[in-house]
């Protein structure tokens, strides 16, 4: 017999546990559902990105132009690139020499002229005059002369264990060497360039009985420079301290490592 609609009517709660799951699954299939979806469309677009930049001048290692690859450079933060340019392949007295008339090869012949300033043969005399004569500019050599005669003579050898010609304690090995680690122009004009060149050195005596190991130090040259007609040579230099990196851990080597590398690593001849 049917109930009327005046007749009271039954209710059950179902304890919550107890409740139809039904809806809370379709509620836990949407999150899973929109995360398949966003990973789908993100994977398409980066397909979709790296096919379109593929055929794009300079976006492979050879591509662009030299002021792109700087730009870029200069916005990352790595610094000028290398030119890519080979060294000179002329030498004058063992130093490189007809640096290209430009400003890559004025940075080119700074770099070389500041190795040959900071080697272990300007301690000694008649090497030293030689140096002066190949790298400086003729209407400048006397005063450089003077000024690095001043600098690398005298009181400066002896501080390092040398004699008045220069020369090591026997069974000891002098050590002197400047390699650089970058360069930048700060002026540049047909007839006068302003170079400064980062450097690392290492400079002291090797060997069991040496007072003066070798130790490694970072400063920077400013050369002026000057364009003869022929190639770019040297009118005026100054130095500063570093930058200068924090020391790493490495252990220091032994006197004879020290003099065996010395005597077996040979120099560069540095383009820009």
């Known amino acids: ?41 993100v994977t398409l677009l980066v397909v979709a990105i790296s096919i379109a930049n593929r055929g794009k ?74 140096i002066v004569a190949t790298i400086a500019d003729p209407g400048a050599a006397g005063a450089l002369q003077s000024r690095l005669d001043q600098g690398f003579g005298g009181d400066t050898a002896a501080r390092y264990g040398l004699d008045a010609q220069g020369r090591a304690p026997k069974g000891l090995t002098f050590v002197s060497r400047t390699v650089p680690v970058g360069t930048k122009s700060t002026g540049y004009s047909d007839a006068d360039a302003k170079v400064e060149v980062w450097c690392t050195g290492l400079t002291g005596l090797a060997g069991e009985r040496s007072v003066q190991p070798v130790t490694a130090n970072w400063f920077t040259l400013a050369l002026s420079l000057h ?19 924090m020391p790493g851990d490495q252990q220091a080597a032994t006197a004879d490592e020290i003099t065996g590398a010395v005597q077996q690593f040979g120099g560069f001849r540095y383009a820009r």
């Not at 509620?27 to 789908?40: E, K, N, W």
């Not at 770019?232 to 230099?237: I, P, T, V, Y």
Request: charged share 15%; proline share 10%; no cysteine.
């Open 1 to 41: 017999m049917p109930l009327s609609d005046d007749q009271p009517h039954t209710r059950t709660r179902l304890p919550v546990d107890e409740q139809p799951s039904a809806l809370p699954t379709i509620r836990q299939s949407r999150p899973l559902r929109t995360l398949l979806t966003v990973l789908v469309v």
């Open 227 to 245: 364009w003869t007609g022929s190639d770019w040579k040297l009118a005026d230099f100054t130095s500063r301290q570093g930058p200068a990196p």
């Open 57 to 130: 001048p300079g976006s492979g290692g050879s591509g662009g132009s030299s002021a792109d690859h700087a730009a870029a450079n200069a916005t990352s933060g790595a610094g000028p690139a290398p030119s890519g340019d080979q060294p000179v392949g002329t030498t004058v007295n063992g130093i490189a020499s007809g640096f290209p008339h430009s400003e890559q090869g004025a940075q080119s012949a700074a770099a070389n002229y500041a190795v040959a300033i900071g080697s272990a043969d300007m301690f000694r005399t008649d090497s030293r005059h030689t």
